[in-house]
């Protein structure tokens, strides 16, 4: 029978241990993606939390991680079921902490739950004396510093907020002012998969001097999830405060009303006890929903500033959140991704207090921050997001709207960076679309996004100094209610065209309005007498410039007005190399290795010292480099003369291959196409060609080459 028993037992054993997932839920969710750095998590090393014994469930915890960190990192795997946890968690290195995988995958689905849950204790509130502490509640999941390969996945947690953030900073003096840096070479944090509800942090101002002790107030600061590291954060497929929105498994809001709230009334320079308990509720969803590298942030920041807000592989997508104040998704980064995201806001909404909850509300052009997306970085992307937000009216049903209410927004104040490559584009919002007050603005394009009767907005001047608009496009959206454009100091082409909507369309006339519907379309704005400078890469599509040989990359350059151009060539946010020139055609090395590259055209004003220009991406991963002696070969054999010529040309072909010919101008535009065989001398019929330079393409069936002729 013992003998029985023990094969019994060894079977369970070994059914417990099959059914511990050892996928990449990533990539199971998404989908391969061959290179991805959750790859190198150690998804299959996994120990079963069953499997160790403790006084408390921290304890059994802490013995997990022991054992999974002498393993060299990898999982700790949690059953479906209920753990109550007494106090904070923090996740050592290397450490991914995974649930049951649901039934239901998509976290914007409304029966999303996570069948391993996780409780932290209530918060049971006294309005007695010094009310109950803090120390109760209020618990959060953390990481230790320097923390490499670590997150959370598919796990119900209640009451308790995730910060995966850098533990140690220093403080740095910028050119703009005084900011706090991280020091820890930390990354590759994921959460995904998890439900988060009633997360709050106590407002440390409140009870203030004059207050009862036992009042509380949600602090506005509070981030239900919260990560910061120096590369690769994934919050995606995460469902935040859904509390009773949930048919699987609702959740009780521990919110709750304050009758005999003290606050400061400034009329009567008396503290005053708020009407009615609502009036004054600790609400556990008054705050931030996810916040990704955001921190106090000097403004206009540029990467030699803040190189956190530059920080590369940041993913913020197909998450569902509901908040009531302030921004639903805050985040930054270089090459940011907020996509596919639903946002969601009470609607309704009354105020009677201040933010710091210390004072009542008597300023009706008061903020809350009510905000669906607030981002900041280089390369930013924002698609397919789904964002309602609701704004506060201040002290009755028809009191001021509260001065906010953005959809997606990038602005002056607060953390922002300066603007350098973003496209905000698919979105439905309920909200307008700002960027706002952001200095010189490259390269934005606002595209196919319904505002449902919200507006456009794009100003490149701040209160204090008027700026610069280069290559925005505001193209092929409805429902618009006013577009409004404003870079008063010039820039290079921008454009807006194909919107419908209704309402006031306003530019400054170096943008261009096409083919737009239902507006009231406004005299443009004239910029200075003296145009800007202006130079674009030419053909104008990056599939049509020319890569052969390749290296080095030929970058037909066309320069309207005279001015130097300068081309940079930047490595995500290190500029490699730059060069400053006057000619129309140069050769660029292109090292051809499996990176993302970023070239930089910049006119550089002469009178000012000022910059002006536009990107060009060039994803060196997806250009094709063959070099060969055949290309050579191909080089020495084809030539044109006389070079320079006046009056006629000629293009040889000493080889004994024959060529595909295509002849074009400077601005991409085809002259001709023919073949030219074997042996053969082409005679070109320059006359017919306007003077300037002409690029002479030459392809066979094993290389690719370009001449050049100049025509005087």
């Not at 206009?300 to 908040?323: M, Q, S, T």
């Not at 805050?330 to 201040?354: P, Q, T, W």
């Not at 096409?514 to 910029?527: K, P």
């Not at 001709?672 to 330079?693: D, F, R, V, Y």
Request: hydrophobic content about 35%.
């Amino acid at each position: 029978m013992k003998r029985l028993l023990f094969f019994v037992g060894l079977l369970l054993v070994q059914l417990a241990a099959a059914a511990q997932p050892v996928d990449n839920p990533y990539t199971s969710f998404y989908g391969p993606k061959p290179g991805h750095w959750t790859d190198s998590v150690r998804w299959s090393n996994v120990v079963n939390i069953q499997n160790f014994q403790g006084a408390t469930m921290i304890e059994r915890f802490n013995l997990a991680q022991d054992a999974i960190a002498a393993q060299g990192g990898g999982v700790i795997f949690f059953p479906a079921g209920d753990y109550t946890f007494e106090d904070n968690l923090v996740l050592r290195s290397g450490v991914v902490v995974r649930g049951e995988t649901p039934t239901v995958l998509h976290a914007k689905n409304d029966a999303f739950a996570p069948p391993t849950r996780w409780h932290f204790p209530e918060y049971v509130p006294s309005f007695t004396g010094n009310g109950t502490p803090n120390s109760t509640a209020f618990k959060r999941i953390s990481t230790v510093a320097h923390a490499q390969h670590v997150g959370l996945v598919y796990i119900d947690i209640n009451r308790a907020g995730i910060s995966l953030r850098s533990q140690t900073w220093t403080s740095v003096v910028t050119p703009k002012g005084t900011t706090q840096r991280s020091l820890e070479n930390n990354g590759n944090f994921i959460v995904f998969g998890v439900r988060n509800n009633n997360v709050a942090t106590p407002d440390a101002g409140v009870p203030d001097s004059s207050q009862l002790g036992w009042q509380r107030f949600c602090s506005r600061f509070t981030v239900n999830i919260s990560v910061y590291c120096n590369r690769n954060a994934i919050v995606s497929n995460c469902r935040v405060n859904d509390f009773n929105n949930n048919t699987a498994r609702p959740i009780t809001d521990d919110s709750y009303d304050q009758p005999g709230y003290l606050a400061y009334r400034a009329a009567s320079t008396s503290y005053e006890p708020v009407a009615d308990g609502p009036m004054a509720r600790f609400d556990y969803s008054d705050h931030y929903g996810i916040g990704v590298n955001r921190k106090s942030m000097v403004t206009f920041a540029e990467p030699a500033e803040e190189p956190g807000a530059f920080r590369p592989g940041v993913e913020i997508n197909d998450n569902w959140l509901y908040k009531t104040m302030r921004v639903g998704i805050y985040a930054c980064g270089l090459g940011l991704e907020i996509n596919r995201n639903k946002i969601v806001d009470k609607a309704n909404k009354i105020v009677y207090l201040h933010p710091n909850g210390v004072r009542f509300q008597t300023n009706n052009a008061a903020t809350y921050e009510n905000r669906g997306i607030d981002w900041s970085g280089w390369n930013v992307t924002v698609d397919g997001n789904d964002i309602d937000v609701t704004r506060h009216r201040i002290n009755s049903p028809t009191g001021y709207p509260s001065v906010d209410g953005e959809g997606i927004l990038i602005q002056e104040c607060c953390g922002g960076t300066s603007v350098n490559g973003a496209i905000i584009s698919n979105n439905l919002t309920r909200n307008y679309i700002g960027v706002y007050k952001m200095r010189d603005v490259y390269d934005v394009i606002i595209k196919n996004n319904q505002l449902f009767s919200n507006s456009i907005q794009v100003t490149a001047n701040t209160n204090n100094a008027d700026y610069t608009l280069n290559n925005v496009i505001i193209d092929s959206n409805t429902a618009v209610s006013g577009i409004s454009v404003n870079g008063t100091r010039g820039g290079t082409p921008c454009f807006i065209r194909r919107n419908m909507g209704s309402g006031n369309l306003n530019r400054p006339c170096h943008v261009v309005e096409q083919n737009n519907s239902g507006f009231i379309i406004n005299t443009c704005t004239q910029v200075p007498a003296r145009q800007l400078p202006m130079a674009e890469f030419m053909p104008a599509t990056l599939d049509t410039l020319i890569y052969f040989p390749a290296p080095p990359l030929v970058l037909p350059v066309q320069i309207t007005n005279g001015d130097p151009i300068r081309i940079e060539l930047w490595e995500g946010t290190t500029k490699i190399s730059d060069v400053d020139m006057l000619s129309l055609l140069t050769s660029w090395p292109i090292p051809s290795r499996n990176q993302d590259f970023y070239l930089k055209l910049r006119a550089i004003d002469q009178d000012s010292n000022r910059v002006w220009g536009s990107t060009v991406k060039v994803r060196v991963r997806d250009l094709v480099f063959t070099h060969s002696t055949r290309q050579d070969e191909i080089q020495q054999q084809f030539s044109v003369y006389p070079n320079p010529a006046q009056a006629g040309a000629w293009l040889k072909n000493s080889s004994a291959h024959a060529a595909h010919i295509e002849v074009i101008d400077i601005t991409g535009k085809s002259l001709m196409k023919t073949q030219l065989g074997e042996h053969q001398t082409l005679s070109l019929p320059t006359n017919s060609w306007s003077s300037g330079l002409k690029l002479i393409m030459v392809q066979t069936k094993t290389a690719r080459h370009c001449l050049k002729l100049q025509l005087n």
